[in-house]
């Protein structure tokens, strides 16, 4: 089973969306800044991070920095949710951006996209 994290400021986004990928088989855990995003990971690395980029805290950008300094962390995709726009210094091929608000059927296709390119499963 993947493991994701999800990472929003918006308890209401980051839970729904949470549950929905959790009937869809995967493993969710759902946190609410980058700090919190970075100690989950630690913890237990997950196969996928879901973020969003403004978060008090640590906004998504510094998250994302964090995670490329970090060799145990660095080879996790990420899906970057977001009414702001993303760094393009941040712009790799296991990056996805999907434009808040969000049509699930594009997050739950850019989700699996991702998984899959790591050999995760539904």
Do not use: Y
């Not at 906004?59 to 990420?78: F, Q, S, V, W, Y």
């Not at 594009?106 to 998984?115: K, Q, S, W």
């Amino acid at each position: 089973m993947s493991q994701v994290i999800i990472v929003d400021d918006e308890p209401d986004i980051a839970n729904v969306l949470g549950e929905l990928l959790g009937e869809e088989g995967l493993d969710v855990r759902v946190v609410h800044d980058g700090r919190q995003a970075l100690e989950a990971m630690v913890e237990r690395l997950p196969d996928l991070l879901i973020t969003d980029l403004m978060m008090p805290r640590m906004d998504g950008h510094t998250l994302i920095r964090e995670m490329r300094g970090n060799a145990a962390l660095r080879h996790i995709p990420i899906v970057v949710m977001s009414a702001g726009l993303l760094d393009k210094s941040l712009l790799a091929p296991d990056i996805r951006f999907v434009p808040k608000p969000f049509e699930l059927s594009e997050m739950f296709d850019r989700v699996f996209e991702m998984l899959a390119k790591r050999g995760g499963s539904r």
